[in-house]
Antibody
Framework: EVQLVQSGGGLVQPGGSLRLSCAAS????????VHWVRQPPGKGLAWVSR????????AYADSVKGRFTISRDNARNTLYLQMNSLRAEDTAVYYC???????????WGQGTLVTVSS | DVVMTQSPLSLPVTLGQPASISCRSS???????????LHWFQQRAGQSPRRLIY???NRDSGVPDRFSGSGSGTDFTLKISRVEADDVGVYYC?????????FGQGTKLEIK
């Protein structure tokens, strides 16, 4: 079973930047599309971004397009989310997640809180 | 974006009684390959989401058979045959057919 360990959250001022990391326990991670999902405090879940197996395809929610960049390093079994020009409405718990080929699996990180505030 | 609408949003249930959550999508979730990427997640307080059902009706490993999913096209249902205390949490439907993937608003299940 793949385990994902996240790091990199914290408090940042509006307009600032932060990079989230998500390290996988197994090499099978490098065979899966992987995703970032976020959840504002007390609210529901929202997809942020996804990336294909070799990192050549990425997609973003409109709310983060042009500000966030998803990337991966398969040699290190690690997923990243670079977040720039952060806004108060980006405050949320961010989860990394993978679902295996054909959505046959489901594994999530423990979540990391990003707070954007002055 | 595909809008996922769940009902009810709050679901008080007596222990041992059944529960049902409806999820409707604003457009068909049938993908070009014939699959329907409608999934159900459970989120307990302070925890990461856990998937219960994938592709409408398939239970994930370790999920009790009290949980079942059904539906097609734009209309889906999650059923719990006998609610246990451990089932308390928020349940989300989610579509993975159209990008951006989207979740329903969530249904909060509590014990009456």
């Amino acid at each position: 079973e793949v385990q994902l360990v996240q790091s990199g959250g914290g408090l940042v001022q509006p307009g600032g930047s932060l990079r989230l990391s998500c390290a996988a326990s197994e090499f099978t991670f490098s065979s899966d599309w992987v995703h970032w999902v976020r959840q504002p405090p007390g609210k529901g879940l929202a997809w942020v971004s996804r990336i294909n197996v070799d990192g050549t395809y990425t997609a973003y929610a409109d709310s983060v397009k042009g500000r966030f960049t998803i990337s991966r390093d398969n040699a290190r079994n690690t997923l990243y989310l670079q977040m720039n020009s952060l806004r108060a409405e980006d405050t949320a718990v961010y989860y990394c997640a993978g679902f295996g080929s054909g959505w046959l699996d489901s594994y999530w990180g423990q979540g990391t809180l990003v707070t954007v505030s002055s | 974006d595909v809008v996922m609408t769940q009902s009810p949003l709050s679901l008080p249930v007596t222990l041992g009684q059944p529960a049902s959550i409806s999820c409707r999508s604003s457009q068909s979730l049938v993908y070009s390959d014939g699959n329907t990427f409608l999934h159900w997640f459970q989120q307990r307080a302070g925890q990461s989401p856990r998937r219960l059902i994938y592709k409408v009706s398939n239970r994930d490993s370790g999920v009790p058979d009290r949980f079942s999913g059904s539906g097609s096209g734009t209309d889906f249902t999650l059923k719990i045959s006998r609610v246990e205390a451990d089932d308390v949490g928020v349940y989300y439907c989610m579509q993975g057919t159209h990008w951006p993937y989207t979740f329903g608003q969530g249904t909060k299940l509590e014990i009456k």
